[in-house]
């Protein structure tokens, strides 16, 4: 099974700043998908991103972009330009072949205006 | 192109009883998947299905529990002698395709009270 370590429970970036959420996993498969998934309070699960493991390159969508070290298994979530609607819970999810998520304990991401 | 659907939102139940939850996938989904999450946790898988057939279960998943996905579209989770314990919300997600697990799209889900 993987494991998912999201280190830091409770995160508070100023509004317009840049805040960066960590993540590492460990994981025996060589092919796979990382995701970060956005829990608002009204917790419905939202994608914010997605990385390929076998691409070098880092994912960015908008104002989000990943550091994706494969080598070191991490995966952090760089939100740049922060917005009051980015306050939210935080999962980190590496998928593989097993087919399932293994979620973080995730990040709670306070806003402050 | 609709989401995935989840009923009831809520349910209020006494210990001892049966539930039964329902998800609708997105359609032509041929995955789909149930989470269990508590609060302050992140979901913790429960099972999966590929299409009609039942691929995966995992340990938490106890006798009590049992889910179907007749015709490859609907799913149903029932929990039988329903216990404290299973307080939890209930997530359904969806996704489309084959091999390494893909983007999973997830349901409002249905949060369960067990009194």
């Known amino acids: 099974a993987q494991t998912v370590t999201q280190s830091q429970p409770e995160m508070s970036v100023q509004e317009a700043e840049t805040v960066t959420l960590s993540c590492t996993y460990d994981?025996?498969?060589?092919?796979?998908?990382l995701f970060w998934y956005k829990q608002p309070p009204s917790r419905q699960m939202i994608l914010v991103i997605r990385?390929?493991?076998?691409?070098?390159q880092n994912a960015t969508e908008n104002r989000f972009s990943v550091n994706f070290q494969k080598a070191a298994k991490s995966f952090s979530l760089k939100i740049s330009d922060s917005q009051l609607g980015d306050a939210a819970m935080y999962f980190c999810?590496?998928?593989?072949?097993?087919?399932?998520?293994?979620f973080g304990t995730g990040t709670s991401l306070t806003v402050i205006p | 192109d609709t989401g995935v659907s989840q009923d009831p939102r809520h349910k209020i139940t006494k210990r001892g009883q049966n539930v039964t939850f329902r998800c609708d996938p997105i359609?032509?989904?041929?995955?789909l998947y149930w989470y269990r999450q508590t609060l302050g946790q992140g979901p913790e898988f429960l099972t999966y299905?590929?299409?009609?057939?039942?691929?995966?279960k995992s340990r938490l998943l106890s006798d009590r529990f049992s889910a179907e996905r007749p015709k490859g579209s609907f799913s149903t989770l029932e929990i039988q002698r329903t216990e404290q314990g299973d307080s939890a919300m209930y997530l359904c997600?969806?996704?489309?395709?084959?091999?390494?697990?893909?983007?999973?799209?997830f349901g409002p889900g249905t949060r369960l009270l067990v009194l």
């Open positions: 997600a969806s996704s489309l395709g084959f091999g390494v697990a893909k983007t999973q799209y």
């Open positions: 994981t025996s498969e060589s092919d796979y998908y």
């Open positions: 990385q390929e493991a076998y691409k070098q």
């Open positions: 999810a590496p998928g593989g072949a097993g087919n399932q998520f293994y």
């Open positions: 359609s032509e989904h041929n995955r």
């Open positions: 299905f590929q299409n009609e057939a039942q691929l995966e």
